[in-house]
């Protein structure tokens, strides 16, 4: 490859991941409408869902989101009463995030979405495998990222 096509922007490793991370993002605007919440918002209550009861800074690594970032997504999923951040008791520069109910049953209107998303990727096109066999790719990817 010639020096001056490494600049290329159809040579870069991080367009089509970005172009492919907005367009998946898009995707479950109108499936998260429904349920009032944004994409972030939603990956909050993922990580809830799957443990409930957490400290923000496990959060944030969870999420790969910082605490500026994640701070102000819990307040306003707190204002729509999903879920509580409070002190913890043993040590107070601690915040634990735990569902409410309406957080908790809010899971039960969400549990479609993975396969609809999943159901519009293959249509015709790619098929559940492939796109399994990608979500493995990115994520041994991103370890490999982390450790970089």
Known sequence: ?????????????????????????????????????????????????????????????????????LTPLLKRLEQKEMIIRERSVSDERTVIIRLRKRGENLKEKAVCIPNRIIDTLSEDTTTENEIRAFKATLENMIGKLQMA
């Open 1 to 69: 490859m010639k020096q001056d096509d490494l600049l290329l922007l159809e040579n870069q490793l991080c367009f089509p991941l970005y172009v492919a991370s907005r367009l998946i993002t898009k995707m479950y605007g109108p499936l998260l409408k429904e349920l009032d919440l944004t994409y972030p918002q939603y990956l909050v209550l993922l990580a809830l869902w799957e443990k409930d009861k957490q400290r923000v800074s496990d959060l944030s690594q969870r999420l790969f989101l910082e605490s500026n970032t």
